[in-house]
T-cell receptor, first 113, second 114 residues
Framework: GNSVTQMEGPVTLSEEAFLTINCTYT??????LFWYVQYPGEGLQLLLK?????DKGSNKGFEATYRKETTSFHLEKGSVQVSDSAVYFC????????????FGTGTSLTVIP | DSGVTQTPKHLITATGQRVTLRCSPR?????VYWYQQSLDQGLQFLIQ???????AKGNILERFSAQQFPDLHSELNLSSLELGDSALYFC?????????????FGNGTRLTVT
């Protein structure tokens, strides 16, 4: 079946620290992979995506590389800011006439000054 | 701004009542998805519509129903409400609804059942 496992939080970092949030997946076929971010009181926003193996998605200083050999899509940022405090969701999509999107449980990140 | 509009933002109602949540997708998107987000169960897929037709069904209770209208807006109807239905309900839209394009989420409707 299809599923996403991401590292449990909460994660607390100091400003300018390096961030890694781990995400691994199980999928039938060839999924697309996504990271979404949810700020307090808002919906999920697409942060970045990758549609095939070895693709690197990037946006706002965040990066993630689609690793087929390790079935992973870890989110990284070199220097986090207070404004990055949010919940991060890893997700995959498969082409299907049934349910297409599978989300991880979310990782809460708090960045302290 | 994702371009997906959900109304109302907040709903407070009593057990046993019925409510309707409304969603307008991004311009050009033909598919609408409904999700329930609660603290203990994360993001749960409820149902998907494409161009007015139901395409996929997830963990949607029989007390819940939805539809997508010719102008592509969608409504989620929740009836015989229970305390456990209190949650955030999100609508998302995508261009073609097959999993090839990403979802774009609205800001949600927070439902509180008392």
């Amino acid at each position: 079946g299809n599923s996403v496992t991401q590292m449990e939080g909460p994660v607390t970092l100091s400003e300018e620290a390096f961030l890694t949030i781990n995400c691994t997946y199980t999928a039938t076929g060839y999924p697309s992979l996504f990271w979404y971010v949810q700020y307090p009181g808002e919906g999920l926003q697409l942060l970045l995506k990758a549609t095939k193996a070895d693709d690197k998605g990037s946006n706002k200083g965040f990066e993630a590389t689609y690793r087929k050999e390790t079935t992973s899509f870890h989110l990284e940022k070199g220097s986090v800011q207070v404004s990055d405090s949010a919940v991060y969701f890893c997700a995959l999509s498969v082409v299907s006439t049934g349910n297409q999107f599978y989300f991880g449980t979310g990782t809460s990140l708090t960045v302290i000054p | 701004d994702s371009g997906v509009t959900q109304t109302p933002k907040h709903l407070i109602t009593a057990t046993g009542q019925r409510v309707t949540l409304r969603c307008s997708p991004r311009s050009g998107d033909l598919s609408v998805y409904w999700y329930q987000q609660s603290l203990d169960q994360g993001l749960q897929f409820l149902i998907q519509y494409y161009n007015g037709e139901e395409r996929a069904k997830g963990n949607i209770l029989e007390r819940f129903s939805a539809q997508q209208f010719p102008d592509l807006h969608s409504e989620l109807n929740l009836s015989s409400l229970e305390l456990g239905d209190s949650a955030l309900y999100f609508c998302a839209s995508s261009v073609e609804g097959t999993g090839n394009s990403p979802l774009h989420f609205g800001n949600g409707t927070r439902l509180t059942v008392t």
